[in-house]
């Protein structure tokens, strides 16, 4: 796997960890715990009067019992009875078959202090079992550690290196086509955004390194929009990603989640390689060459 593939599994997997809630959620836990225990990790289905008791899947090899909780919105005292409700739930169901209880939640900020007092709690009431907490980057480190195979079954084919190296104007005409949205601006801005404009915008790890990714084929979008028929192209594309990220930002959008939407104003993140690269390729330009984020502070350090 190149830094392209793991680059954008890790863009995939975020994406997934926030858009998916309820028993989706749950799946997906399940389907990554098979992949990355093989052989150790069951997952538990509700079956009949007494449901999954109190279990949403189990690792025999050191008597783990996982929970999963996420909903829509994460509530506080919904949170807590859900914790107090459960542990002790896995306990009369499961005695001395568990050695650990891991909860598994899907809030990105982490769980509030309450929550963590309440676990704490329980790690002093029984100290016979490990109790900890299965947030994002316990999953991510689960889903970055599986083999190139087992990602493409779970989130399919991404661009690879050399898929953004064969690139070429066939799959770039009609993204740029597609995005454009509205006349160009009597006085568009023109000012370049500066080499630490990704560190201003706060973005994570992967964005940063598929934005990357995807400048290797800057010159070939360049070459494109230079020869298209229309002179005017690169500016209404230009100006359909500013319109977009402004409403985004407004309404309160992480910059993680304006790229993620900003990747489906583009074209999206699925179909052929190729595509995706393309996408990728075309969002990276821009990132680069228009009011997409914000560009960097000036340094404040007066110069010598």
Same mark, same amino acid.
């Not at 389907?31 to 009067?49: K, L």
């Not at 800057?218 to 005017?232: K, N, Y």
């Not at 319109?243 to 939407?261: C, H, Q, S, V, W």
């Not at 993140?269 to 984020?293: K, N, T, W």
């Given at each position: ?55 949403? %899947?189990?690792?025999?090899?050191? %008597?783990?019992? !996982? ?41 990105? +900020? ?23 907490? !299965? ?29 953004? *190296? ?32 990704? *560190? ?13 990714? %995807?400048?290797?084929?800057? +010159? ?13 192209? %690169? ?10 990220? +402004? ?17 489906? !104003? ?39």
């Amino acid at each position: 796997m190149d830094a392209t593939q793991r680059y954008c599994y890790g863009l995939n997997f975020k994406n997934v960890f926030l858009t998916e809630k309820g028993k989706a959620f749950e799946s997906f836990f399940a389907r990554v715990m098979t992949y990355g225990f093989t052989g150790d990790f069951q997952p538990v289905r509700p079956y009949g009067a007494l449901g999954d008791l109190k279990c949403d %899947g189990f690792r025999a090899s050191d %008597g783990t019992v !996982f929970q999963c909780y996420a909903p829509d919105a994460m509530k506080l005292a919904d949170l807590l009875k859900k914790i107090d409700e459960d542990f002790h739930g896995a306990v009369a169901h499961w005695g001395a078959r568990m050695q650990r209880w891991e909860f598994v939640h899907n809030d990105v +900020r982490g769980l509030p202090a309450e929550a963590v007092q309440k676990l704490q709690d329980l790690r002093t009431a029984y100290p016979g079992i490990r109790t900890s907490v !299965f947030g994002e980057a316990e999953m991510r480190n689960v889903v970055m550690s599986l083999a190139l195979h087992q990602l493409e079954d779970l989130f399919g084919a991404v661009p690879s290196q050399k898929t953004l *190296e064969r690139l070429g104007f066939a799959q770039l005409a009609p993204i740029l086509k597609a995005i454009s949205r509205r006349e160009p601006p009597a006085d568009p801005p023109t000012t370049a955004p500066s080499a630490s404009k990704l *560190e201003n915008n706060a973005l994570s790890r992967d964005v940063a390194g598929a934005l990357r990714q %995807g400048r290797l084929r800057e +010159r070939l979008v360049e070459d494109c929009l230079a020869q298209w028929p229309d002179p005017g192209l %690169g500016e209404e594309v230009a100006e359909g990603f500013r319109n977009r990220y +402004r409403g985004l930002k407004a309404i309160g959008y992480t910059p993680d989640e304006i790229f993620e939407d900003l990747q489906e !104003f583009a074209g999206g993140m699925r179909g052929e390689p190729a595509r995706q690269g393309a996408v990728l390729a075309v969002l990276s330009y821009f990132f680069e060459r228009c009011d997409i984020f914000e560009d960097a502070k000036p340094d404040p350090t007066p110069s010598p």
